[in-house]
């Protein structure tokens, strides 16, 4: 893979059956670029970032995510997962688990991490996130956007090269989407580089580095904030966004 790049897909195509999903997505992902991903629903978004870590198997093309081909079967997909952290619009918090417990859990089990130095890690996770404070809490105990915090600091704990968000607020009440795109665009603002999925579009606008309009299984088009949002070429993407803006 190119240097200075961390995700590179090529050609990518995926089917289920008689419906093809993927019809040959290309997309570079820069060190440190945060790529915001927009479009209508079931044209492909959560199954082009399933493909990244192999939730999905591509029927073909190539993903390849820092210097790892993940097409390569030969690639160790468990060893390439660790370092992609992955938010998803529900958080899937282990719930009989503290929060404490819910962050350390990977690195202690996957990277050996020993517990002291895991735990001491979490809490600054959990410092970025703004919870602190509910470190012994059970998920149950948190509202959802808390939890959806914590899930942000579960992914940080791994220490990944590159977090892909799949409509991280979609599932929250309108009072607690602030808090969570909060810590996202600070995240972004300390160089993470990031793929999000979202119907966000003013964090979009203010965060990404780069705007990704996906239809119809294709990326239709691409631009900065400013070309896609305010001089949009393509019709789908002008009809995508009268809709949504
Ligand atoms: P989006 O995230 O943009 O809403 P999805 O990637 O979830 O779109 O879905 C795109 C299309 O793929 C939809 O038609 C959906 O029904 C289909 N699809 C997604 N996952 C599966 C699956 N596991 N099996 C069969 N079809 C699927
Ligand atoms: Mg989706």
Redesign the pocket.
Known sequence: MDKGYKVQVEDLH?R??D?E??KGVNLDVKNNEVVCMI????????????CLNKL?DPTSGHVYIDSYDISDPKTNIDEVRQNIGMVFQHFNLFPHLNVLRNITLAPTQLKKVDETKAEKQAMHYLDIVGLTKKAQAMPSQLSGGQQQRVAIARALAMQPDVMLF??PTSALDPEMVGDVLAVMKQLAQQGMTMIV?THEMGFAKSVADRVVF?HD?LIQEEGTPEEVFDHPKQPATQSFLDKVL
């Not at 079931?42 to 399933?50: A, M």
Request: glycine share 20%; proline share 4%.
């Open positions: 995926k289920f059956g419906n999903v993927l479009g209508p629903s079931g044209s492909g978004k959560s199954t082009f970032l399933r999905e799949d409509e999925v996906f299984g």
